[in-house]
């Protein structure tokens, strides 16, 4: 029984956690820098430092439901990044010859949402 609440867990902060994504892609912030995939790449920096964020307070600050930890992370966070989206869009971009864009992509992606995890990580120490 235990195992079948986790699994509802993560599916149901799946199920938030794809339509925030789908929101955010749809959103104005699509086609604002031209070929740059803006949407992907503000999706993976949010969810990275709420991914640092949260396993410091969920794991030191607040008493949180394990089942809500689960939820929010493993399933809100898991189906909200897009990591798969992101290699598909550097490949297109690659493949389109928009090697600069590409590699720009690339960089400040693995860069930015590295400094989202650890800024995540302080202020989630610092709550």
């Known amino acids: 029984m235990e195992a079948a609440l986790k699994i509802f867990a993560v599916?149901?902060?799946?199920?938030?956690?794809?339509?925030?994504r789908y929101l955010?892609?749809?959103?104005?912030?699509?086609?604002?820098f031209g070929k740059f995939p803006f949407p992907t790449f503000i999706i993976n920096i949010v969810g990275s430092f709420l991914i640092g964020f949260l396993m410091i307070v969920f794991a030191d600050k607040w008493a949180v439901n394990e089942n809500v930890r689960?939820?929010?992370?493993?399933?809100?966070?898991?189906?909200?990044?897009?990591f798969s989206t992101f290699e598909m869009e550097i490949y297109s971009l690659i493949?389109?010859?928009?090697?600069?864009?590409?590699?720009?992509?690339?960089?400040?992606?693995?860069?930015?949402?590295f400094i989202g995890v650890v800024a995540g990580i302080e202020l989630g120490r610092r709550v």
Do not use: C, H, K, Q
Not at 11 to 20: E, H, N, Q, S, T
């Open 24 to 32: 955010v892609n749809i959103s104005p912030l699509a086609g604002v």
């Open 11 to 20: 599916a149901v902060g799946g199920a938030f956690g794809a339509v925030a």
């Open 95 to 113: 493949r389109d010859r928009e090697f600069m864009t590409g590699f720009l992509y690339l960089f400040l992606s693995v860069f930015v949402g």
């Open 70 to 82: 689960i939820a929010v992370i493993v399933g809100f966070l898991g189906a909200f990044t897009t």
